[in-house]
């Protein structure tokens, strides 16, 4: 309404650009009399307009202006180099040109915005944050932020994983309150739903129904969570899907299967990140119920370092990445105590980015047998050789605190650099593996795979290498993802079915 306009960009020409998460929040006021010659020139900074967060070195993102335009809200962190730093909410009043706390990031909450949208009456800012392994809709007061007397954030929905879109035009009783969201979980792909703003449960209805009856016709497993001790004696959760058609009595029955045709594989798949979590959502590449469906009990741990459980558990695998390993392996041994009908000789691993990183440093770390296969998408091989090729290197440096080359990393046992590459135990790895990469993968090059792969082959450990020559660090192309999923299913189903031919080939002494 002001015209006015605001950007989240990196300092313009910036040469730290690739060692710091530095992004600021830029605002250009009244482009609208502007004249062309006046929003262009050789001087990028005055391009972009003027910077209203020089003091803040870290992660300035999400501008979004009130209704009135009259206010800027926007989400911060603090950290020059942590990308999964505690977010905050910031509100910068145009007129005063003062910029008030509405959240402050670590002490008012526990979790992390990572959305903006404001009411149509700018009174009340909606946002979003992984609460739990949920993408839960929250509200804060505009003006009076998270520090009021009763309690400045309300969570609107907790359950499922909820986006908002913005406010529905609506007369009566819940005129001004009711939000238009898409809602998903790990039952139910994308659906559109209208929401209560004050939380009443009454007012939730679901508007879309695209995928009702290809669900209904549709055989899933039964969504559990697992609970159980990891690494530091605490809490994990995870999710543990029942293979599809198999009944919630027989996953409680307390008999054993004595028949190893009765009992069911398991598919352990540990997220990316690390400071990510495996969601109740309908995720379209690592779909925890494509592998159900395909006859597998599936188990997905929020290890330490997941978000969503808290700022310290989230901090807790930074200079540890080895956790999210001994987490997963905590987890494999708990599920298999407390659900005989799974077979504990047909257990595979699976993961993509630091999830295939798991892979490789489970293969020579986890307990001999206990993956009967792994697959490894885009992961780290070798900690230091994965560093001076990324394009995030403030990402690794903060990981490992510091770069390699300084005096403390260079040939200190304990350091991150040292101690918790995969390509340390290659010596030992024996566990068949997949390695997928994409050759457009700049997080994590190619070579990774490609070592990966060499090292399987010299070793003489059963390995294929699935080469994508036109994706990235993920799959998206819907044809590539289909020989994505195929070739995955047929490797695990390889080393799970029993009498299925393996071509096990004894591992390399030399």
Known sequence: KNGAIAISARPPLAPDEAWTTNRHIYLMKNISSKTSEEVTGENFEELLGECITKGNPGYDTNPVFSPDGKRLAWLTMKSPTYESDAVGILVYDLETQVTSTLLEAETDWDYSPNSLTWSEDGKTLFFTADV?????????????????????????????????????????????????????????????????????????????????????????????????????????????????????????????????????????IYHGGPQGSSADDWHYRWNLQYFASMGFAVLAPNFHGSTGFGHEFCRDITGNWEIGGRDTIHGVRAVLTEHSWIDPRRVVG?????????????????????????VCHCGTFGMRSSYYATDELFFKETECGGAPHTDQHRTSPTSQWNKVSPSNNVHQWKTPTLVIHGAKDYRLVESEGISTFTALQRRGVPSEFLYLPTENHHCLNPQNSMVWHETILRWIRKWTTPGEETDIVPPRTD
């Open 350 to 374: 699976l993961g993509g980015s630091y999830g295939g990183y798991t892979s490789n440093w489970l293969n020579g770390n986890a307990p001999e047998g206990m993956f009967q296969a792994l």
């Open 132 to 268: 739990r392994s949920r993408q839960a809709l929250c509200s804060i007061d505009s003006t009076l932020g998270a520090k009021q007397p009763n309690g400045g954030i309300r969570i609107l929905k907790g359950d499922q994983s909820t986006f908002l879109h913005g406010e529905v035009a609506n007369s009566g009783s819940r005129a001004g309150h009711l939000l238009l969201a898409s809602v998903q979980s790990l039952t139910m792909p994308t659906e559109l739903f209208v929401i209560d703003s004050r939380g009443d449960e009454t007012g939730l209805r679901q508007v879309t129904h695209f995928n009702t009856q290809r669900v209904a016709d549709t055989k899933l497993g039964q969504v559990k969570e697992f609970t159980y001790r990891g690494e530091k004696g605490d809490d994990v959760q995870s999710w543990l899907i029942y293979p599809a058609g198999f009944t919630q009595t027989e996953g409680l029955s307390e008999s054993t299967p004595t028949d190893p045709l009765q009992k069911h594989p398991l598919v352990v």
